[in-house]
């Protein structure tokens, strides 16, 4: 079993909607959640936390579920701009980060 | 400006070569990583170090071996190169339980 599961996507939204990721996570004593950003061909870029209460960031809202070890990320009044492979990110044991595979957003005019 | 640098953005390099891949931090990180990324497959860790001088293999280290000697730099090392080492490899830092700073990727071609 991975140790992070996302879906792959692509989500094809219109400019304006709401979208919302997910990512389920193996390892009960993780401790620290991340959700990543990553254009076509660059590096992965922090896009937030996440901590357990929640937080938002402008557009973007996190949420973690520690009962269900599962965390989600809420894109509200997507902009074109938002296009990109979002990456949900678990640090584990010995602070190995393990990486989702990424969901892949297209936002569309 | 926190700063993660890799040697190198794009090499080609023949089956059978030994290849040197460099990362450096300007950050005083204590932990640094070594992933390679491919299509379908996401990120995955080939290697990690948590201190100078040590490491911890991560979940594919086959046919990889690295290097920290000091704080800043952690290298990999491919011993022969083969094609299936083709990839995009990325090097990451991080303090104990932050997130992790990326280079800029080194897109390798094993031909």
């Known amino acids: 079993r991975k140790e992070v599961e996302q879906d792959p996507g692509p989500f094809n939204v219109p400019e304006g909607a709401t979208v919302a990721f997910n990512c389920t996570y193996s390892?009960?004593?993780?401790?620290?959640f991340f959700w990543y950003r990553q254009d076509c061909r660059k590096e992965p870029k922090l896009l937030m936390s996440v901590y357990s209460s929640g937080n938002e960031d402008g557009r973007f809202t996190a949420q973690l579920n520690r009962a269900s070890q599962y965390i989600s990320l809420l894109i509200r009044d997507s902009k074109l701009s938002d296009s990109a492979t979002y990456l949900c990110v678990v640090n584990g044991l010995f602070n190995k980060f393990y990486f989702g595979s990424g969901t892949k957003l297209n936002v569309k005019p | 400006d926190v700063k993660v640098t890799q040697s190198s953005r794009y090499l080609v390099k023949r089956t059978g070569e030994k290849v040197f891949l460099e990362c450096v931090q300007d950050?005083?990180?204590?932990?640094m990583f070594w992933y390679r990324q491919d299509p379908g497959l996401g990120l995955r860790l080939i290697y990690f170090s948590y201190d100078v001088k040590m490491k911890e293999k991560g979940d594919i280290p086959e046919g990889y071996s690295v290097s920290r000697e000091k704080k800043e730099r952690f290298s990999l090392i491919l011993e022969s190169a083969s094609t299936n080492q083709t990839s995009m490899y990325l090097c990451?830092?991080?303090?104990?339980?932050?997130?992790?700073?990326f280079g800029q990727g080194t897109r390798l071609t094993v031909v």
């Open positions: 950050m005083d990180h204590e932990n």
């Open positions: 990451a830092s991080s303090q104990q339980d932050t997130e992790a700073f």
């Open positions: 390892n009960s004593a993780s401790q620290s």
